[in-house]
């Protein structure tokens, strides 16, 4: 975000940026994209109801860790079911990338949501 702000540029990208020599990836244009270099945000925009959207990871040479479940890290080049249910939204770490989280008072790591 900084040097989005000092250099000017984009915070909100298609995943096509970061990966372009992967072709699966122009079948997901419209319903993924990649946020602040470093998160890849899954929305469900096809059915509020449908509890289950598949979405394509590319290979970042390492694994896509769930910021919703941060137990669950995915590999790339392969196509998963993400679940939609409840009020949260699919939000990946892309490989090689940090982000600093704050604890709550119960000292559990906050979801984001």
Not at 29 to 55: C, D, H, R, Y
């Amino acid at each position: 975000m900084r040097e989005v702000n000092n250099n000017g540029g984009t915070c909100f990208d298609p995943m096509l940026y970061y990966f372009p020599t992967d072709s699966n990836l122009y079948n997901e244009i419209e319903s993924t994209f990649m946020f602040a270099g470093a998160l890849k945000v899954t929305p469900n925009l096809v059915n509020s109801t449908q509890q289950w959207i598949p979405a394509y990871f590319p290979d970042g040479n390492g694994k896509w860790v769930n910021l919703n479940n941060l137990r669950e890290a995915l590999n790339g080049s392969h196509t998963y079911q993400l679940d939609t249910t409840g009020y949260s939204t699919p939000v990946h770490l892309m490989p090689g990338k940090i982000i600093a989280f704050q604890n709550n008072s119960k000292g559990d790591i906050m979801n984001i949501h």
